[in-house]
């Protein structure tokens, strides 16, 4: 705290007395850095990357059924690996169920490829198919395809039984 020491001095004249003043200022430092302290582990320096995913609100709103040439579906399996296939129930077997990697010259090249040969390119769409197997980082990676191969059209669906059945096939 403060601490007030006289100035005694024994003179003749009558003077009005100093008061030198001391004060303490380690309780002012501790709560500067008290302060300091808190502001730190209180701020988020970095901001949470968030996906913007919006969903239908039921599968009645969805309307017809997408043309197989006009689309291309990921199926997102164990282990890294993503399988493509642009074929229907009856045609699709585990030899016609292809893979391919997630590098810049696999996932990317490929849904390019099946954009410029589609019939219509502007209605082009992928349909992305999480297995119960895959990691969410390769369900992240595959809609950051999305952005960098500007598919504005792309959907997020369940494994129908068949492609479940073709899929453990092919990984056998």
Do not use: C
Not at 132 to 153: C, G, I, P, R, W
Request: no cysteine.
């Amino acid at each position: 705290m403060a601490d007030f020491q006289p100035n005694v001095k024994t003179d003749s004249k009558v003077r009005s007395r100093k008061n030198l003043v001391k004060m303490d200022m380690t309780p002012m430092v501790d709560l500067g850095f008290l302060l300091i302290s808190f502001f730190m582990f209180t701020t988020n320096f970095n901001k949470p990357n968030v996906v913007d995913l919006s969903l239908p609100a039921t599968t009645e709103s969805l309307g017809n059924e997408i043309d197989l040439s006009n689309s291309i579906t990921l199926i997102l399996g164990e282990n890294n690996r993503v399988f493509y296939h642009q074929l229907d129930q009856k045609s699709l077997t585990s030899d016609l169920l292809k893979e391919v990697s997630f590098d810049k010259f696999g996932l990317t090249n490929l849904i390019e490829r099946a954009k410029k040969a589609a019939k219509n390119p502007s209605i082009f769409t992928v349909i992305i198919k999480p297995t119960d197997d895959a990691n969410y980082k390769n369900f992240v990676d595959a809609l950051d395809e999305m952005a960098l191969t500007k598919s504005q059209h792309y959907g997020i669906a369940d494994m129908r039984d068949w492609e479940t059945k073709i899929y453990d096939d092919k990984l056998k």
